[in-house]
């Protein structure tokens, strides 16, 4: 996936005047954080504006607990690398004022983490800096975050809900410790929280919708098998990357010709396995396709899971593709960045199967869903 | 004349390690001066957080690990302790960019650190990487997956990086974009970067006679530092989990059992002096020591034989399995079985012989480090002195 990181751009007006560059001290202190912050916020690619960054670093390195929230404020924004820069600077600020018995800004703390305004990231530091230093007061919010955008947030309360079903299933409520663990279910955000829940729910007799939950897309059209002879599959153009045509057929060498057939995955976790309709063939490629009806216009993750050999295009553009074969696949594997278009969206999955004959070389599969940032899955049903 | 001497004199002093340093992977060779002896026990011990695999590195009175713990592994730790009492000086806490997605045995910290002696370098399977002094300080950091987007293995990646001539050499060799780079410790920034085979390799880099070797299924490619031009080529494959050693002018490479290679000057291919298919190192690198090559197997048979022709010596069968590598000091091998039992080995004995052995009761897949006679070795949960 390339993700889109760009060297920030020089500070705007508005950031100037958050953080002081017209020469307004912050209030954290004497010290001026506004060119520090900037130049943390300024690297990029390639070690881009590391010198920099470093010198400012020690500086802020230096400031005092008061300015914690103006330094996680600007993880805002920032680019990944930048986060972590001020993420290393905020943690020192922590370490030394929690060893030289100095008070942290919890009160200011407490309500930035409540602010979902803010980054997930952010707040999430955030979250850190106030469990390390008072235990309870982060307890005290943890059920809070159940419906938070941040999906680490979510973590410790679908944790005591789910500590809550086993507590409720150990005195034979029944019941009520499914009902808990559906809670617990429809909050986590996690695989190895949602399987958790999902294996409780299973024993308790319920019937979770993982795909829905998820938003796995179950219903596509297959094609295969082209040819992957000597892996050259991957990077050979096939004709339904070059043209989608549901309704086409495709001659084989030998002359027998291949059509879109229609599959649906009952798999709990929504693979499409070409396996089924194609048995276990080896050295070939697979192409699904299906569309995605959105009732907007919007930015979404698509998120992929294969131990195959992949490329994914969104309506005709390739988002990106991976020619590594047979070393393990989970949810999420791959999260990409995508904006759909409002009405219907084609995706369109290369799959690729290789030459290897270890049993565990047999998938020939995966699992896709969409959702936003926090993988929260999108609301829209599929349309064919 | 004097001056000049005098001065490079000097260059060459202040760039030394302390002769205490065990400054990466495997340390220089896998050998130290000293090390623990039949009598060791645990002098200390400390708690990690998450889990991790990399080996200990020391600098002076410090020691340095990383780990990587949370929801799939993305929060990046590295720790300073004091190699004295275990205290810990400072830790930095970091998120991944990249991808942590590994094998369950393994873990997104588990390329150990490398130092240069002012500095220490962290690398995860994230491909993340990160330079603080020795006080914490942050220097730089790289997002090498953000760099290059398909550089990852879902597998997880675990080859250490290496200071070689002053330049960090970076592995980050798998199945899609798989490269080496040459880092400057100042910047961060590339000074060289070499394609490397697709192909999935977990083995770390060494340094023989001022070249980065750099070791793959294809076999081993030196490369200058400074430029990550090619000085030589072997080509006959290589190992892609054990990792090769370097005594004097010989490299003995896991290369169809042991292979062991002379590189000449100016020549485009090493010769091969001798191989022997039947010492065929298990998942830990080969050591050189006593005037002895060492390797253990799969089999947890600890293999000895002449460097000089490959003639097979005793064998010793230890109490295994075993992900670490052995490291030697004196005549004395230490190794650490997956169970956790550290077992030291007199290598003086007719036939070898386990002199002593600690039962540390955890798992154990981290090779550990030598320095002021004492060896370090971590689990996920913990960091130990013995001595």
Redesign the interface.
């Known amino acids: 996936?390339?993700?889109l990181?760009r060297r920030a751009p020089a500070p705007s007006l508005a950031f100037a005047l958050a953080f002081g560059l017209t020469g307004l001290t912050a209030q954290a202190g004497d010290q001026e954080l506004g060119p520090l912050l900037a130049a943390l916020r300024a690297v990029g690619?390639?070690?881009?504006a590391?010198?920099a960054?470093?010198a400012a670093?020690?500086d802020l390195?230096g400031a005092p607990a008061s300015a914690l929230p103006t330094v996680l404020q600007a993880l805002d924004g920032a680019n990944?690398?930048a986060?972590?820069?001020l993420?290393?600077?905020a943690?020192?600020i922590t370490?030394r004022a929690l060893a030289a018995g100095q008070p942290l800004p919890l009160d200011a703390l407490t309500s930035f983490l409540q602010d979902t305004t803010h980054a997930p990231?952010a707040r999430v530091l955030a979250w850190?800096v106030i469990r390390t230093a008072d235990a309870p007061r982060a307890e005290g919010l943890t059920m809070g975050f159940l419906e938070d955008p941040a999906a680490?947030l979510r973590?410790p309360g679908v944790t005591r809900l789910l500590e809550q079903a086993g507590a409720l299933l150990a005195s034979k409520q029944k019941d009520q410790a499914a009902d808990v663990t559906e809670k617990a279910f429809r909050a986590a955000r996690?695989e190895?929280q949602i399987t958790l829940a999902v294996d409780q729910l299973k024993e308790l007799g319920r019937s979770p919708d993982v795909a829905g939950h998820l938003g796995l897309l179950l219903e596509w059209k297959l094609l295969a098998p082209f040819s992957n002879a000597q892996r050259t599959g991957f990077d050979t153009p096939l004709p339904p990357e070059e043209k989608l045509d549901l309704a086409a057929s495709y001659p084989l060498p030998d002359g027998t010709m291949i059509t879109w057939q229609p599959f649906r995955s009952t798999d709990l976790y929504g693979q499409i396995d070409f396996n089924k309709p194609y048995g276990l063939i080896k050295e070939v490629v697979g192409f699904a396709a299906t569309t995605y009806d959105a009732p907007e216009a919007r930015d979404a993750e698509l998120r992929i899971g294969t131990?195959n050999a992949w490329k994914v295009w969104l309506n005709d553009r390739l988002l990106?593709g991976?020619?590594?074969?047979h070393?393990?696949?989970?949810l999420d594997?791959?999260s990409l960045p995508i904006r759909l278009e409002k009405g219907p969206n084609t995706i369109l999955v290369k799959l690729c199967q290789n030459e290897q004959t270890e049993t565990w070389t047999v998938d020939w599969r995966f699992q896709l869903r969409l959702c936003d940032s926090t993988g929260t899955a999108l609301a829209a049903a599929p349309a064919q | 004349m004097h001056r000049t001497l005098f001065l490079l004199a000097c260059l060459l002093l202040g760039t030394a390690p302390a002769q205490a340093d065990w400054l990466n992977f495997r340390g220089t060779d896998g050998t130290a001066p000293s090390g623990p002896g039949p009598g060791a026990a645990v002098k200390w011990k400390t708690a990690l957080p998450g889990r991790g695999l990399g080996s200990p590195v020391v600098v002076g009175d410090r020691v340095f690990v990383s780990a990587s713990s949370g929801p799939r592994q993305r929060r990046l730790h590295v720790l300073c302790f004091s190699a004295t009492t275990g205290e810990k000086q400072w830790e930095r806490v970091l998120q991944a960019t990249g991808r942590t997605m590994c094998h369950e045995k393994t873990a997104v910290a588990a390329p150990s650190m490398a130092s240069d002696g002012q500095r220490v370098f962290a690398l995860f399977s994230s491909n993340d990487l990160f330079a603080f002094d020795l006080d914490g300080n942050l220097l730089w950091l790289r997002g090498l997956t953000l760099d290059y987007t398909n550089a990852s293995n879902s597998l997880g990646m675990a080859a250490s990086p290496l200071i070689v001539g002053g330049v960090l050499v970076v592995p980050s060799e798998n199945d899609s974009e798989s490269f080496a780079a040459g880092i400057d410790v100042k910047t961060g920034r590339n000074l060289w970067k070499l394609d490397r085979p697709k192909l999935a390799n977990w083995t770390s880099p060494i340094a023989h006679q001022g070249a980065a070797v750099l070791q793959s299924g294809k076999g081993l490619t030196a490369v200058d530092p400074m430029t990550g031009s090619t000085l030589w080529e072997y080509s006959d494959g290589a190992a892609t989990i054990p990792s090769s050693v370097s005594s004097g002018e010989l490299i003995f490479a896991p290369s169809h059992g042991l292979t062991a290679l002379r590189p000449r000057p100016g020549q485009p291919a090493p010769a091969q002096e001798w191989r022997v298919e039947q010492i065929n190192p298990g998942t830990g690198s080969p050591v050189v020591l006593g005037g002895k090559v060492y390797a253990i197997n799969n089999a947890g048979v600890l293999n000895q034989a002449d460097p000089a022709t490959g003639e097979r010596g005793w064998r010793l069968r230890l109490d295994g399995p075993f992900s670490g590598s052995p490291v030697g000091a004196g005549t004395r091998l230490y190794a650490v079985s997956e169970k956790g039992l550290l077992q030291i080995v007199d290598t003086t004995a007719e036939e070898g012989a386990v002199a002593h052995t600690i039962d540390l009761a955890e798992t154990i897949l981290c090779t550990p480090s030598l320095s002021s006679g004492a060896l370090f070795v971590r689990s996920d949960a913990t960091l130990w002195r013995i001595e």
Do not use: C, H, I, V
């Open positions: 996936m390339k993700r990181l690619p390639e070690g881009a590391n010198e960054a470093a670093w020690k390195a990944p690398l986060q972590n820069w993420r290393a600077a943690g020192t370490d990231g850190d680490d973590r996690d190895d131990g990106f991976r020619d590594e074969y070393r393990g696949s989970r594997q791959y």
